[in-house]
């Protein structure tokens, strides 16, 4: 199975940039779709952000288009999520999920999970 870990999560103001850090372990992450969502509590989980296994598709959920974009560096078996132009409705918890398949924007179908990480914006 892939173990995978999220990084990179802090407080930043409103305007600020963080880059978040998806990281697998047991499987290379390159034969993977993988997706980014985010919580916020008493919330459902929402999605934010996808790269197809190879690289090549992405999509964003229209919050974030613009500001926010992801990439694969799978010489370090990580998928990163670059987040920037924050604002204060960004806050939330964030996780990587990946799947065998092409990624699609509904959580169900992600088979791995990470833990999470948490950003803060402030105003």
């Known amino acids: 199975q892939v173990h995978l870990v999220e990084s990179g999560g802090g407080l930043v103001q409103a305007g600020d940039s963080l880059r978040l850090s998806c990281t697998a372990s047991g499987r290379s992450l390159s034969t993977y779709a993988v997706a980014w969502f985010r919580q916020i509590p008493g919330k459902e989980r929402q999605f934010v952000a996808a790269i197809s296994s190879s690289g090549g598709k992405t999509d964003f959920t229209d919050s974030v288009k613009g500001r926010f974009a992801i990439a694969r560096d799978n010489a370090k078996n990580t998928v990163h999520l670059h987040m920037n132009s924050l604002k204060p409705e960004d806050t939330a918890d964030y996780y990587c999920?990946?799947?065998?398949?092409?990624?699609?924007?509904?959580?169900?179908?992600?088979?791995?999970w990470g833990q999470g990480t948490h950003v803060t914006v402030s105003s």
């Open positions: 999920a990946a799947t065998p398949g092409d990624y699609t924007i509904a959580p169900v179908w992600y088979k791995f």
